[in-house]
């Protein structure tokens, strides 16, 4: 029984620390300067929105800028698919040194 015991302890410990890791790099990752910024104006059925995005490439940051300001002009699946297909009315992307 004591055997048991000590097994369920290592074991919390071991996931414990597990989850301090997983914590600790998501922390650092959000920490970390990204390679791009992109502004991004969307207009879709009669509403307009402006985000910005901070990516490692620009285009993950023209992409995230879209989904981005399409997911708060667009409702549903249907909608969102469509937005993102819209073309930017401003689309202003640079380098973050």
Known sequence: MAHRKRRRKR????????????????????????????????????????RTVDAPTEQEARSGAITNACAFLASGVTDSLACERTTPTKTDCSAIN
């Open 11 to 50: 074991s919390a410990w071991i996931v414990a620390s597990a989850l301090v890791l997983f914590m600790a790099f998501v922390v650092a990752r959000s920490f970390r300067t990204s390679g791009y910024r992109c502004s991004v104006c969307m207009d879709f059925r009669g509403e307009g929105v402006c």
